[in-house]
């Protein structure tokens, strides 16, 4: 469960109220992360770190009046923290001869195929030339409200995690990991060291929002669990102020709490997984229960399209399942309930009888 010999690729998450002091970036502790991912590089690992912060390091670079409460503010609070951010990292890392490289991300990044294809080759050469990618997301330009695309980036983090290949994923933050109960209010509150599987009562555990500048809480931190597990890669969630702690963590000591994988996907279906739904498909129950027997998805178990989607998207099959479809909406509103041999017949030749294949198609649970 803790031994992590053979983990090479480690995606650390450090979160807004672990780095922040102040009203900016705690430098000391970030000098304190460089030297402990300076070792890990040493090891013949590749690190890759997910940072919070740029909100709050903007906020305090501003007069007291000003505050971050709509998302205008946050976004010009954000585009005012970023290079700050960027120059603690660069700064503590040059001590080190580590090269850093700053990645912004939106959400449309990720559930696009072809940019989070290229994102995913950007990151690799980056870890080949041993450079430290540093990633945030773009909270200046992004169109959802902040916080809310990825949650504090703890979503953000495991999303990487899950598309890079990582190991296991590292969640610094500024709580000792997970309680049965809140230990802020509850003083008979027992740590759970180890989390086999996310269950009605383990995810009873989960507490409010975090603190004055996160937007992430236990929760969001489920979430990046339960991403985590599918693209086998372990998450450990610990309090970011231990000392050593990601030299002990990867040591095997018992800090926080470790998350297990669930279930290994392939990379493509962790992208069909983790990607926001175009639209909807609804099929009937006789369709459904042939997906779960790995058969492709056929016009005639189409009951109804919702939405405006294209070809290539990823869509809701009810609500058990994502897929990728290989017509769009407009099309399959004119072959829904259809027999597959009158495709030709209503769309022309050059179109292929299923809508969806196994390989394209994942289930939710």
């Not at 000392?243 to 290994?264: K, M, Y």
């Not at 997906?291 to 869509?315: H, N, Q, Y």
């Not at 829904?336 to 994942?362: C, M, N």
């Amino acid at each position: 469960m803790r031994n992590f010999d053979t983990a090479k690729r480690i995606v650390i998450k450090i979160g807004t109220a672990t780095l922040s002091a102040n009203g900016g970036v705690n430098t000391a502790y970030v000098r304190r992360m460089a030297g402990q991912v300076k070792a890990l590089l040493e090891q013949g690992r590749q690190v890759i770190i997910v940072t919070s912060g740029a909100i709050g390091m903007g906020i305090g670079q501003l007069p007291a009046e000003h505050k971050a409460g709509n998302i205008q503010m946050r976004q010009a609070c954000a585009a005012i923290g970023q290079p700050l951010l960027m120059h603690e990292y660069h700064k503590a890392f040059r001590r080190h001869g580590v090269a850093v490289a700053q990645v912004l991300l939106t959400a449309e990044v990720l559930t696009n195929r072809k940019t989070y294809l290229n994102l995913r080759h950007a990151i690799e050469a980056l870890l080949k030339l041993g450079a430290v990618p540093v990633i945030n997301e773009n909270d200046s330009v992004s169109t959802d409200e902040i916080g809310s695309a990825f949650g504090d980036n703890d979503r953000l983090s495991a999303l990487v995690a899950s598309k890079i290949d990582a190991d296991v994923l590292i969640m610094l933050s500024d709580i000792d990991g997970l309680y049965d109960k809140d230990p802020r209010q509850c003083p008979d509150a027992r740590p759970v060291p180890v989390v086999y599987e996310l269950t009605d009562a383990v995810l009873k555990y989960a507490g409010g929002k975090g603190s004055r500048y996160a937007t992430g809480g236990m929760k969001t931190k489920f979430d990046a669990a339960r991403i985590a597990a599918d693209a086998n890669c372990r998450m450990v969630l610990a309090n970011g102020q231990t000392r050593n702690v990601l030299r002990r963590i990867i040591d095997g000591a018992e800090i926080g709490t470790v998350f297990l994988p669930r279930r290994n996907l392939s990379n493509r279906q962790r992208w069909i997984l983790n990607s926001k739904p175009k639209g909807t498909i609804e099929i009937d129950t006789g369709a459904m229960r042939a997906l779960r027997r790995k058969k492709s998805l056929l016009p005639s178990g189409i009951a109804a399209v919702r939405g405006d989607f294209k070809l290539g998207d990823v869509v809701m099959l009810n609500n058990e399942a994502k897929a990728v479809t290989a017509f769009d909406s407009g099309q399959l509103n004119t072959l829904a309930g259809k027999h597959s041999r009158q495709i030709k017949k209503l769309l022309g030749p050059g179109h292929r009888e299923e809508i969806s294949v196994p390989e394209d198609i994942v289930f939710l649970d």
